[in-house]
Nanobody, 124 residues
């Protein structure tokens, strides 16, 4: 059984920064791709970023490109999402997800394990 635990969410002012962490257990973390998704109130869950098993291949949604950075530390079984220049429209529940494959995917159906989510609220 794979367990994903997100942390690092909270309330931040526009223009501020947060770093989300997702600690994984129960799968050989270093051999699979990981993704961050988010779901805003009243909207569908969407891809934010995804990273392949080695960290060499990364995808960002256009809405976060240049502001967010996904990274991973395979020695710590952890994937991170550094979020800078946050905007009110970034307010959402952020979910970490694990793929059974090495390569990245933007499709939610690819990912077979999900964390419980962490709330990010950007407001003054």
């Amino acid at each position: 059984q794979v367990r994903l635990v997100e942390s690092g969410g909270g309330l931040v002012q526009p223009g501020g920064s947060l770093r989300l962490s997702c600690a994984a257990s129960g799968r050989t973390f270093s051999t699979v791709a990981m993704g961050w998704f988010r779901q805003a109130p009243g909207k569908e869950r969407d891809i934010v970023a995804t990273i392949n098993w080695s960290g060499a291949t990364i995808y960002y949604a256009d809405s976060v490109k240049g502001r967010f950075t996904i990274s991973r530390d395979n020695a710590k079984n952890t994937v991170y999402l550094q979020m800078n220049s946050l905007k009110p429209e970034d307010t959402a529940v952020y979910y970490c997800a694990a793929s059974p494959f090495r390569t990245i995917s933007t499709l939610q159906s690819t990912y077979d394990y999900w964390g419980q989510g962490t709330q990010v609220t950007v407001s003054s």
